[in-house]
Structure formats: C-alpha cells, structure tokens
C-alpha cells in the first residue's frame, strides 16, 4: 500500500507564493521520479513539474517555467513545489505524481490533491 500525501494548498493572491509538499509511503523500494500536475475545471490534467531522483533532472510545463521550482528530499521521500508569482490561470487541483517500486510492482501512483486558488 502506497499513500502520497499533499499539503500547502489555499487562496492567495496574484503575484504571491505557495509551497507544496507531498509525501510518500508505504511499502516503497525505490522511487524513480516525482512530481506535480494539475486540472483546472473544464481542462485537461497537464505537467507542471517533475523531477527524476537518480539524476535531480527537473522537467516542467511551459507556463510554469522560471516561476515554479520542484525539489525533493529523497531521505523523506517527499517532493516539494514552490510557486512563485502566481497567476489566476494557476487556479487548478495540484496532484502529486510518483513512479515508484514497492515489493509487488513499479508503477505510477497520484495524491488526492490539493486546491490552489489565486486571486485576481
């Protein structure tokens, strides 16, 4: 059994920041990439970020590139994202993405996201 395990959402303001975290556990043996996604109401779930643990390499989506920044702490198995000069077309459900090797399996697994709003 495998849990990711988001926090940081909320409201905010235009031009403002937030920090979110996710967590991962369970009966994990490796993990091979994390990272963020979202889905604004009526829209597609696109990339915002994600990172490969073995090398750092860091990917993200087009409209989030020199405003965002993934992290991630391998000794806790967490992933960070923080967002900066944010934007109303940030407003979406941000969920945790990890590809992971647990005793059964590798496979992709999702968090139950976490709501940002931003505020015009």
């Known amino acids: 059994q495998v849990q990711l395990v988001e926090s940081g959402g909320g409201l905010v303001q235009a031009g403002g920041s937030l920090r979110l975290s996710c967590a991962a556990s369970?009966?994990?043996?490796?993990?091979?990439?994390l990272g963020w996604y979202r889905q604004a109401p009526g829209k597609q779930r696109e990339l915002v970020a994600t990172v490969i643990i073995s090398t750092g390499n860091t990917n993200y989506g087009d409209s989030v590139k020199g405003r965002f920044t993934i992290s991630r702490d391998n000794a806790k198995n967490t992933v960070y994202l923080q967002m900066n000069n944010l934007k109303p077309e940030d407003t979406a459900v941000y969920y945790c993405?990890?590809?992971?090797?647990?005793?059964?399996?590798?496979?992709?697994?999702w968090g139950q996201g976490t709501q940002v709003t931003v505020a015009s």
């Open positions: 993405y990890a590809n992971l090797v647990t005793y059964y399996s590798s496979n992709n697994y």
């Open positions: 369970g009966n994990i043996l490796s993990i091979n990439g």
